[in-house]
């Protein structure tokens, strides 16, 4: 009976011992020890798309020691240990099954190597990063010397050495990534890694336009777009709009495109998917670029529309899909809206009766500060174009009587060569067609009234014109030529 009672209760200690290591290993323990560190604060973020939301602001437990911890796991991603005034940082990787280690670093030397206890995969990342940066800084060595020599054995000696060093960094990418394959430290790695682009035949320019599109083509290989653990990283959004931006012809069509391409590898339903799809959509509806727009009617036409972010609220998704169906007559390329305005005498004057290879739509009211603003530019814009043919269709905002303010500045402005207009039952509903709620709007449109620009300042014009005549972007019948 004793020795049963002994043998059960061996069994018993290895099982606690079993499930206390089960508990202990449950949620995260990031400890971080910071050498020569006097704040006893310490600010925990990490990295998310282009931005880096604070997770929690640590107390020390003692001089330079902080640690943060619970029950649950933290998501997998970059984390960043910011120390303070300066908001200098140490970065590292919290994976699914790598949330119980310690880090220490000495906070006088945050780019020395840091000393990681416990941690399966930050170690690998730490040394590619330094094996990385020792490469990258010996290759712009290679490129500084080059670009001085001028012996040219010289030259080939160092561009043989220069291509050595290069493959040399590519071939050892991959023994880090294997070291740890299905991390999110191999992840990163892996982004780095390109397809190596093969020979191609042509002239010079065929070869350079081939190679772009085989980057282009081949550009998300070594990158699993649906993994979520790359949304909590720096990485994924460089890579992402590095595609969209300089890969993509800036074009509407190649742009729209692409971003299907990468919404696509995304996956509809995941993290990855919800967030660079929200993120892409705010980035064009706000963009500085003129007509992209486009790309925002577009991305809302094409997944919010059709019921692919659920997780937008009705009221909100209502408010998104009357704002695209108010823009979309109003994109480049498209015809102008018709609108039936009159002239001061009463006399009824519709946009497309207006012959010109160029008509200039300004949309303006004569209490507006900013339209106030633009009309010297507009008066300096007509005086050198006025002898092309170019016409401008001036519509006062103005309803009623107060049109009668619209007719008094036209006048005392000197404005009265233009094809001025108003609207004064709203009849037209030209306001609302043109978004012209808020004003000066100006609108640039060719022998056919097809919009070829839009949403640009006044003081543009003399800038814009030159470069629409010299890239024959003016449309026919009809065209401008500068006086």
């Known amino acids: 009976m004793k020795n049963n009672f002994l043998k059960y209760a061996h069994l018993l200690c290895i099982y606690l011992l079993i499930c206390g290591y089960t508990v202990a290993q449950t949620g995260h323990k990031i400890e971080i020890k910071l050498n020569n560190y006097s704040s006893q604060q310490l600010v925990l973020a990490h990295e998310f798309l282009n931005r880096y939301p604070v997770v929690d602001t640590l107390q020390a437990s003692a001089e330079g020691s902080f640690v943060h911890s619970s029950d649950e796991k933290l998501?997998?991603?970059?984390?960043?240990?910011?120390l303070l005034p300066e908001n200098e940082f140490v970065s590292f990787i919290v994976d699914h099954d790598d949330q119980h280690f310690k880090i220490e670093v000495n906070a006088k030397e945050l780019f020395a190597p840091k000393r990681f206890t416990g941690s399966k995969y930050n170690d690998v990342y730490q040394d590619y990063v330094t094996y990385s940066n020792q490469v990258v800084n010996s290759l712009s060595a290679f490129n500084d010397?080059?670009?001085?020599e001028i012996d040219e054995a010289t030259k080939r000696q160092l561009t043989a050495a220069f291509n050595t060093k290069l493959n040399e960094l590519k071939d050892r990418r991959q023994s880090f990534v294997d070291q740890a394959p299905n991390s999110l430290a191999a992840e990163l790695i892996r982004m780095e890694i390109e397809t190596p682009v093969p020979a191609m035949e042509g002239t010079e320019k065929e070869v350079r336009s081939k190679k772009f599109k085989?980057?282009?083509d081949h550009y998300?290989?070594?990158?699993n777009l649906s993994d979520d653990r790359l949304l909590n990283t720096e990485a994924l959004f460089n890579k992402v709009f590095f595609y969209l931006e300089s890969l993509t012809p800036q074009n509407i069509p190649d742009i729209n495109a692409n971003i299907d391409e990468v919404l696509r590898q995304m996956k509809p339903g995941g993290e990855n998917f919800k967030f660079f799809l929200d993120h892409i959509m705010m980035e064009y509806a706000s963009s500085d670029f003129i007509g992209m727009d486009a790309v925002y009617v577009h991305v809302v036409d094409t997944y919010y529309a059709k019921g692919l972010a659920p997780w937008v609220e009705k009221a909100d998704l209502d408010e998104m899909l009357e704002d695209v169906r108010k823009r979309k007559p109003l994109l480049m390329g498209n015809q102008a809206p018709i609108i039936d305005m009159e002239l001061q005498d009463g006399t009824p004057i519709a946009l497309y009766d207006v012959e010109a290879p160029v008509t200039i739509l300004y949309l303006w009211q004569p209490n507006c500060s900013h339209c106030k603003a633009s009309m010297p530019y507009m008066k300096s814009f007509?005086?050198?174009?006025k002898g092309t043919g170019l016409k401008i269709f001036s519509g006062c905002t103005k309803v009623g009587a107060k049109t009668e303010d619209c007719w008094k500045y036209i006048e005392e402005n000197g404005l009265g060569e233009w094809i001025n207009t108003v609207d004064k039952d709203l009849s037209s509903r030209f306001v609302q067609k043109y978004m012209a709620e808020k004003t000066p709007k100006l609108f640039i449109l060719d022998a056919d009234k097809k919009i070829i620009l839009k949403d640009f300042d006044a003081s543009q014009l003399e800038e814009i014109m030159p470069a629409l005549i010299e890239s024959n972007r003016l449309g026919s019948p009809g065209s401008v030529i500068k006086s």
């Open 214 to 216: 085989f980057r282009q």
């Open 382 to 385: 007509w005086d050198k174009y």
């Open 220 to 223: 998300f290989d070594n990158v």
């Open 75 to 82: 998501p997998a991603g970059v984390y960043l240990a910011v």
């Open 145 to 148: 010397r080059l670009q001085e």
